[in-house]
Nanobody
Framework: QVQLVESGGGSVQAGGYLTLSCVTS????????VGWFRQGPGKEREGVAA????????WYMYSMEDRLTISHDNAKNTVYLQMNSLKPEDTATYYC????????????????????WGQGTQVTVSS
C-alpha cells in the first residue's frame, strides 16, 4: 500500500508561482512513477507531469512544459512540482498519484493507470 499527501497549494495572483509537494510512504519501491494531475471546475482530471523516481526521467503536459519543473528527493520520499507564471486557467485541485512504471502500458498521463492517489491540494490563481 502506498500513501500520498500533497501540500503547497494556495491562492496566488497571475504571474506568480507555487511549488507543490507530494510526500509518499508505504511500499513505494513498487511504485516508482509519480504523476501530478489537476482537475478544474467542471473539467476532467488531466495529467500535468510525471517523474520516474529511480531514473529521474520526466514528462510534461505539452501546453505547460515551459512553466513546470517536476523533481524528486528520494531521501525525503517527496516529489515536487514547481509551477511558474501561473494563469487563472491553472486554477484546479492538484493531485499526485503513483504507479509502477511511467512507460509500461498506458502513457504517463493516463489517470486510470495510477493505483494510488492523494487527497489533492487546491491552487487558485486570480487575475
Amino acid at each position: 500500500q502506498v500513501q500520498l499527501v500533497e501540500s503547497g497549494g494556495g491562492s496566488v495572483q497571475a504571474g506568480g508561482y507555487l511549488t507543490l509537494s507530494c510526500v509518499t510512504s508505504g511500499s513505494i519501491f513498487s511504485s516508482v512513477c509519480v504523476g501530478w494531475f489537476r482537475q478544474g471546475p467542471g473539467k476532467e482530471r488531466e495529467g500535468v507531469a510525471a517523474i520516474d523516481s529511480e531514473e529521474g526521467r520526466t514528462w510534461y503536459m505539452y501546453s505547460m512544459e515551459d512553466r513546470l519543473t517536476i523533481s524528486h528527493d528520494n531521501a525525503k520520499n517527496t516529489v515536487y512540482l514547481q509551477m511558474n507564471s501561473l494563469k487563472p486557467e491553472d486554477t484546479a485541485t492538484y493531485y499526485c498519484a503513483a504507479r509502477g512504471s511511467c512507460v509500461s502500458g498506458d502513457w504517463w498521463g493516463a489517470r486510470t493507470a495510477y493505483l494510488y492517489w492523494g487527497q489533492g491540494t487546491q491552487v487558485t490563481v486570480s487575475s
